[in-house]
């Protein structure tokens, strides 16, 4: 049901055709607000578009997009890393054996903003920001575009990882407050694992800028896969194993160890957009998933396929509880709006030289043709093991409350309403491919030491 809105206050508008995939009555906008005017009944989808566009007070214009901070000459000494030169696959498909690369990430922002679907706005619920440091409430082709020169400030174990990701927050309800659950990531970039699109297309380099999602915050429904790539290709996990999706397609019931929640991703790219989501649906014309492991003749290029594992660690001290004491950002308690936002960042030469080598997984990165090797036992890690940094935010949001802070209410979905860090900031910092911040210490011998991180 519409709000009734008086005449004077409704935003004039000139008939407009309604924007897919909606077909509101009277096939205009202009309709719609007649409608909404008389209160008369129609498709809520379809309300939602009359409200936004025609029964709203004027909107406040979109300031002008800032143009990119010009890229400094870089300094003398980069070079720390080889990120440049190495073998280029050879033609064709690759073998089905297993080649992917991992990278673990650490949360290094909680804030309201989503760059993707409130641009220049702050948005209606928080979310766990993991990967390079340039997340804001704008991100453009050129900030998700490292130079050979350039390594990426990142949460995640790999320099030259300077993707973004973003999550909805998780939060237990316990004795009238909200405590944020400790949240983490993996994400998996495979080649041929038999639903890539490897039988009919060679694996190309994964193109910066491209923005990718799974999952739909206004989701009100149970997921419904039955494994990875049945269905809907994600899902709560039962007792945490991959391939088990929860009974009743909702938050898991074990609360023993973490809750993890799988996305897959399509890997066949028409290559039209980087930037294809539809903004009501959450859909991506662009891209489709591989059929019998090959991609369609209209999306014929190719990514990795990309598979994340979201962690939300329930069984932390101070949690457990039962599953009815959780509740998303989103203000969802059955679990049914988790998703996943995803931006390019890697340098891609070097993830598509890593992924076709073969050397990168198996055995970690101890193989001395596995591009990735370099990053072992950098600063103060294990000789076989990557470096997290050390925690740091996103100089792009500076929001007023920290990872770990108890709150009454999730900030933006109820009030109090935090704010968060507008207008668009139009500056970028670099990080050189030097030893300013990264160094080798002088114990990393090649000894193997026992010491992991869990994520």
Same mark, same amino acid.
């Given at each position: 049901?519409?709000?009734v809105? @008086? %005449?004077?206050?409704?935003?004039p508008?000139?008939? /407009?055709?309604? !924007? =897919? *995939?909606?077909?509101? #009555?009277?096939?205009?906008?202009?309709?719609c607000?007649?409608?909404?005017?008389?209160e008369?009944?129609?498709?809520?989808?379809?309300?939602d578009?009359?409200?936004?566009r025609?029964c709203?007070?004027?909107?406040t214009?979109?300031?002008?997009?800032?143009r990119?901070?010009?890229?400094?000459? @870089? %300094?003398a000494?980069?070079?720390?890393?080889?990120? /440049?030169?190495? !073998? =280029? *696959?050879?033609p064709? #498909?690759?073998?089905?054996?297993?080649?992917?690369i991992s990278?673990?990430?650490l949360?290094?922002t909680t804030?309201?903003?989503?760059?993707i679907?409130?641009?220049?706005q702050c948005?209606?619920?928080?979310?766990?920001?993991?990967?390079a440091?340039r997340?804001?409430?704008?991100?453009t082709?050129?900030?998700?575009?490292?130079s050979?020169d350039?390594v990426?400030?990142?949460?995640?174990?790999?320099?030259?990882?300077?993707?973004?990701?973003?999550?909805?927050?998780l939060?237990?309800?316990?004795n009238?407050?909200?405590?944020?659950v400790r949240t983490t990531?993996?994400?998996?970039?495979k080649?041929?694992?038999?639903?890539?699109?490897?039988?009919?297309?060679?694996?190309?380099p994964?193109p910066p800028?491209?923005?990718?999602?799974?999952?739909?915050p206004?989701?009100?429904?149970?997921?419904t896969?039955?494994n990875?790539?049945?269905?809907?290709?994600?899902?709560?996990?039962?007792?945490g194993?991959?391939?088990h999706?929860t009974?009743?397609?909702?938050f898991?019931?074990?609360?023993?160890?973490?809750?993890?929640?799988n996305?897959?991703?399509?890997?066949?790219?028409?290559?039209?957009?980087?930037?294809?989501i539809?903004?009501m649906t959450?859909?991506?014309?662009?891209?489709?998933f591989?059929?019998?492991?090959?991609?369609?003749?209209?999306?014929?290029?190719?990514i990795?396929?990309i598979?994340?594992?979201?962690?939300?660690?329930?069984?932390?001290n101070?949690f457990?509880?039962?599953?009815?004491?959780?509740?998303?950002?989103?203000?969802?308690?059955q679990?049914y709006?988790?998703?996943?936002?995803i931006?390019?960042?890697?340098?891609?030469d070097l993830?598509?030289a890593?992924?076709?080598?073969?050397?990168?997984?198996?055995n970690?990165?101890?193989?001395?043709?596995?591009?990735?090797r370099?990053?072992?036992?950098?600063?103060?890690?294990?000789?076989?093991?990557?470096f997290?940094r050390?925690?740091?935010s996103?100089?792009r949001?500076?929001?007023?409350?920290?990872?770990?802070?108890?709150v009454?209410?999730?900030?933006?979905?109820?009030p109090?309403?935090?704010?968060?860090t507008l207008?668009?900031?139009?500056?970028?910092?670099?990080n050189?491919?030097?030893?300013?911040?990264?160094?080798?210490?002088?114990?990393?011998?090649?000894?193997?030491?026992?010491?992991?991180?869990?994520?």
């Open positions: 049901m519409c709000t809105v @008086a %005449p004077a206050q409704c935003t508008v000139a008939p /407009t055709p309604t !924007p =897919s *995939p909606f077909d509101c #009555p009277g096939g205009s906008l202009s309709a607000k007649d409608i909404c005017r008389h008369t009944t129609v498709h809520d989808a379809c309300v578009v009359c409200l936004e025609c709203s007070p004027t909107p214009p979109a300031p002008p997009s800032p990119p901070t010009p890229r400094p000459p @870089a %300094p000494g980069v070079g720390f890393f080889k990120l /440049t030169g190495w !073998p =280029s *696959p050879p064709g #498909p690759l073998p089905n054996d297993g080649r992917q990278v673990d990430c949360e290094h804030v309201r903003l989503d760059p679907f409130k641009e220049g948005h209606d619920h928080i979310h766990s920001v993991f990967g440091d997340f804001g409430s704008k991100l082709v050129e900030d998700m575009t490292y050979p350039e990426a400030k990142t949460s995640c174990t790999n320099p030259i990882d300077g993707s973004i990701y973003w999550t909805p927050s939060y237990k309800r316990d009238g407050k909200l405590r944020k990531l993996t994400v998996y970039y080649d041929n694992d038999g639903h890539s699109g490897a039988d009919n297309q060679p694996l190309r994964l800028g491209l923005k990718l999602l799974r999952g739909n206004m989701r009100n429904r149970p997921f896969a039955t990875d790539m049945d269905g809907e290709h994600m899902y709560w996990c039962e007792h194993l991959i391939g999706p009974p009743d397609g909702g898991p019931t074990d609360m023993s160890s973490k809750w993890q929640f996305v897959n991703y399509p890997s066949c790219w028409d290559e039209t957009e980087l930037d294809c539809d903004r959450g859909e991506m014309p662009c891209m489709a591989a059929v019998n492991n090959m991609c369609p003749d209209t999306h014929p290029y190719r990795p396929r598979v994340a594992e979201i962690h939300y660690w329930v069984s932390d101070g457990y509880g039962s599953r009815e004491d959780y509740i998303l950002s989103t203000s969802d308690t679990g709006a988790a998703h996943l936002d931006v390019a960042g890697w340098q891609p993830l598509h890593a992924i076709s080598s073969g050397k990168c997984f198996k970690g990165w101890d193989d001395t043709s596995c591009p990735f370099q990053f072992y036992g950098l600063n103060t890690a294990p000789c076989n093991a990557p997290f050390p925690p740091f996103s100089y949001s500076q929001p007023p409350y920290s990872l770990a802070e108890l009454d209410n999730i900030p933006g979905m109820m109090p309403s935090s704010g968060c207008p668009i900031p139009t500056s970028t910092e670099y050189w491919n030097n030893n300013d911040f990264f160094y080798r210490h002088s114990g990393c011998n090649g000894a193997i030491s026992n010491t992991t991180t869990v994520i």
